[in-house]
């Protein structure tokens, strides 16, 4: 079992930065993909960062690429996700995804409001 615990989320203005973290409990963290989704009112959860169990790889949303980086520490239990360059249509709950073979847990979200 593993637990996700997102901080980091507020009000910013456009074209500002966050960070996101997500903290997770239990063991066996350092095996677990590690992601964030975002959902906005009205629309479906969407990707928006993945990382591998080594940090070695990550891939991104297009809409996000060049913008948002994703890390982690293995030692902390926690992957991040750097914001930068935030534009308005980034408003959303974030949540933090976790996944390793048929095992897969959320977050319960943190809200980013962008202001333009």
């Known amino acids: 079992q593993v637990q996700l615990v997102e901080s980091g989320g507020g009000l910013v203005q456009a074209g500002g930065s966050l960070m996101l973290s997500c903290a997770a409990s239990?063991?066996?963290?350092?095996?677990?993909?590690m992601g964030w989704f975002r959902q906005s009112p009205g629309k479906e959860r969407e990707f928006v960062a993945v990382?591998?169990?080594?940090?070695?790889?990550?891939n991104y949303a297009d809409s996000v690429k060049g913008r948002f980086t994703i890390s982690r520490d293995n030692a902390k239990n926690t992957v991040y996700l750097q914001m930068n360059s935030l534009k308005p249509e980034d408003t959303a709950i974030y949540y933090c995804?976790?996944?390793?073979?048929?095992?897969?847990?959320w977050g319960q979200g943190t809200q980013v409001t962008v202001s333009s």
């Open positions: 239990g063991r066996a963290f350092r095996n677990y993909a």
């Open positions: 990382i591998n169990w080594s940090g070695g790889s990550t």
């Open positions: 995804n976790a996944r390793y073979l048929s095992r897969e847990y």
